[in-house]
């Protein structure tokens, strides 16, 4: 059972253009919300967060938007860049808990 | 800081073999944590612990045992190695269940 899912695996953007990354999740316990960035053969890295109070944070090229009655989360990347490539991952967790559920991630492609 | 690092990079094991995957950090982080990511599967949590000799399972703990005896190790050990744990291991840490988790580099695994 799939609680974080990532459905599309793969997207491909134009340089400049905007990337939109989907996650959808079913456990309505989920209150915290992470995207982090893996390039190959590297562990992944944090790049933005997003508490279930809010519904829209933002870091420089990065924000991610949260819609709790659809448990659906979106990270827009604007404007992308060739170093954006890279499989993205969308992780979940209820409150203090220590555990992290992950999607199954999306690679983005940015293309000259 | 070197951050996270995971030893080794890459191992060969046959079936029933048993080995140690070695973490370490020095960040002075509590919190600890084992993932796996296999194909279309994501990232899944094995083991995590919160603080020095305090370990818990996560969702695919099976086949692997763990020990936090410093705030700066925790090693994964296979105890009888089996072609279902083909995959690649990734050790993470952070300040506390409620933060972003710094991940190392992984070790990938192949059992035959």
């Known amino acids: 059972d799939q609680q974080v899912k990532q459905n599309s695996p793969s997207l491909s953007v134009q340089e400049g253009r905007i990337s939109i990354l989907n996650c959808d999740y079913t456990n309505s316990m989920f209150d915290y919300f992470l995207w982090y960035k893996k390039y190959p053969a590297e562990g992944p890295t944090f790049l933005i967060s997003?508490?279930?109070?809010?519904d829209k944070n933002e870091d420089g090229r990065f924000t991610v938007f949260l819609n709790k009655s659809a448990k659906h989360l979106s990270l827009h990347i604007v404007p992308s860049q060739p170093g954006d490539s890279a499989v993205y991952f969308c992780a979940a967790r209820p409150g203090t808990a220590s555990k992290l559920t992950f999607g199954t991630g999306t690679r983005l492609q940015v293309t000259l | 800081n070197a951050g996270v690092t995971q030893t080794p990079k890459f191992q060969v094991l046959k079936t029933g073999q048993s080995m140690t995957l070695q973490c370490a950090q020095d960040?002075?982080?509590?919190?600890m944590s084992w993932y796996r990511q296999d194909p279309g599967m994501g990232l899944r949590l094995i083991h995590y612990s919160v603080g020095a000799g305090i370990t818990d399972q996560g969702e695919v703990p099976n086949g692997y045992n763990v020990s936090r005896s410093t705030t700066e190790d925790f090693p994964l050990r296979l105890l009888s190695a089996a072609p279902s744990q083909t995959s690649v291991y990734f050790c993470a840490s952070s300040y506390s269940s409620v933060f972003e988790q710094y991940f190392g580099p992984g070790t990938r695994l192949t059992v035959t």
């Open positions: 960040m002075n982080h509590e919190y």
């Open positions: 997003i508490s279930s109070i809010k």
